[in-house]
Nanobody
Framework: QVYLVESGGGLVQAGGSLRLSCVAS????????MNWYRQAPGKPRNLVGS???????NYASSVKGRFTISRDDAKNTLFLQMNSLKPEDTAVYYC????????????WGQGTQVTVSS
């Protein structure tokens, strides 16, 4: 079992920045990729970006160049630096990890609200 706790959400004006954090605990040795998802009201949950254990990153086209994912394995923490925020970035942001086990398991945090005002 892996437990995830996000923090760092809030209200920000368009063009501003926020940094989200996600602290993992439990069976952290099993973690492979760490990911950020977001879900706006009435819309499906979508992948924002991911980072592998080797540090390889991948981003949704809508955030590429504005958002940066990083991880600090010594602190079991995943980060999402969000710059040049837009109102359409408003959503609940979720931390997610999947495991390097068979079968693969994935775990979710409780989510943190990000609201960008115009």
């Amino acid at each position: 079992q892996v437990y995830l706790v996000e923090s760092g959400g809030g209200l920000v004006q368009a063009g501003g920045s926020l940094r989200l954090s996600c602290v993992a605990s439990g069976n952290i040795r099993s973690i492979n990729s760490m990911n950020w998802y977001r879900q706006a009201p009435g819309k499906p949950r979508n992948l924002v970006g991911s980072i592998t254990k080797r540090g390889r990153t991948n981003y949704a086209s809508s955030v590429k160049g504005r958002f940066t994912i990083s991880r600090d394995d010594a602190k079991n923490t995943l980060f999402l630096q969000m710059n040049s925020l837009k109102p359409e970035d408003t959503a609940v942001y979720y931390c997610n990890v999947d495991t390097a086990t068979l079968p693969v398991y994935d775990y979710w945090g409780q989510g943190t609200q990000v609201t960008v005002s115009s």
